[in-house]
């Protein structure tokens, strides 16, 4: 952080100032004052997401797969049917 020699930048460093001071753990207390006055830890917005939130999106992630398989072996399945269909001496019949 830096501010120039008239000290004229301060309105704009401020807020960032406090949330640096704000975050620092204290040697005494071992915890920042933030999360002394909230209980929680500040979010920067830029934090690793757990592993846990992951297992929601790979389990969903496996269904998908598992649904396009079904969908490609029922297209594939449809595919045979008019190739029969079509090479079948009366082509007029219905496919079951």
């Known amino acids: 952080m830096f501010i120039d020699h008239r000290q ?3 309105p704009e460093w401020l807020g960032t100032a406090e949330f640096v001071y704000n975050n620092k753990i204290h040697s005494e207390t071992k915890v920042s004052p933030f999360q002394a006055n909230s209980r929680q830890k500040p979010r ?3 934090e ?3 592993k846990e939130k992951f297992e929601s999106a790979e389990r969903f992630v496996e ?3 598992e649904i396009q398989g079904e969908a490609r072996a029922a297209l594939a399945k ?3 049917d008019i190739v029969r ?3 079948a001496p009366d082509s007029r019949r219905i496919l079951s």
Do not use: I
Request: hydrophobic content about 40%.
């Open 8 to 10: 004229e930048q301060w």
């Open 44 to 46: 920067m917005g830029f």
């Open 48 to 50: 690793m997401r757990k």
């Open 63 to 65: 269904q998908m797969k």
């Open 78 to 80: 449809a595919q045979e």
């Open 85 to 87: 269909a079509t090479r």
